[in-house]
């Protein structure tokens, strides 16, 4: 089984997302695009581990050649290669190196915690300073920039979803 290819995406109100990094984690995994297995990318050059679980969105397609990015917030952290039914809340637009690189934040849909976060107006700021100071840090080591852009609400992460899989439905 292909986790790129052969899960279905889920729709722009319920994301279907493969976790590939666990929150705390300095190991960077990727999903490898040719045997659609989770593979080590790198070990985080920082000494900052991930503050927060991270995955994509199956059958999508990003600016950057990648599948649509989602930053989840979590409560416990997930573990990698598992799938993860989310509500997406918010978009993160950001740069990497040049290119267009943003991330959906979203929640599980099945943990209650999480229930009364449904828009960007309702995630913590102290939670949004954290996702931004950490992609704007991560990369500095490797003499690469991250530019985070700013943060838009619901509607616009749910638009990157239907971007996301018209570009991998036309790639196809």
Request: glycine share 8%; proline share 5%.
């Amino acid at each position: 089984m292909n986790l790129l290819h052969d899960i279905d995406p889920g729709t722009k109100d319920e994301m279907n997302v493969i976790v590939e990094i666990n929150k705390g984690s300095h190991n960077k995994y990727e999903i490898d695009k040719k045997t659609g297995l989770i593979a080590l990318d790198r070990v985080a050059y920082t000494g900052q581990d991930f503050p927060f679980d991270y995955g994509f969105v199956p059958q999508t397609l990003w600016e950057d050649g990648d599948a649509l990015d989602v930053i989840i917030l979590t409560t416990y952290p997930l573990m990698p290669g598992i799938l993860v039914r989310v509500r997406p809340v918010a978009l993160m637009n950001m740069i990497d190196s040049g290119e267009g690189d943003d991330k959906i934040i979203a929640v599980p849909v099945d943990d209650p915690r999480w229930k009364e976060v449904q828009d960007l107006v309702d995630v913590n700021t102290h939670t949004l300073k954290v996702i931004e100071h950490f992609y704007s840090t991560y990369k500095k080591l490797q003499n690469k920039e991250v530019v985070v852009k700013g943060f838009e609400g619901k509607a616009a992460a749910e638009a990157a979803f239907e971007k996301g899989r018209e570009a991998y439905l036309k790639g196809k």
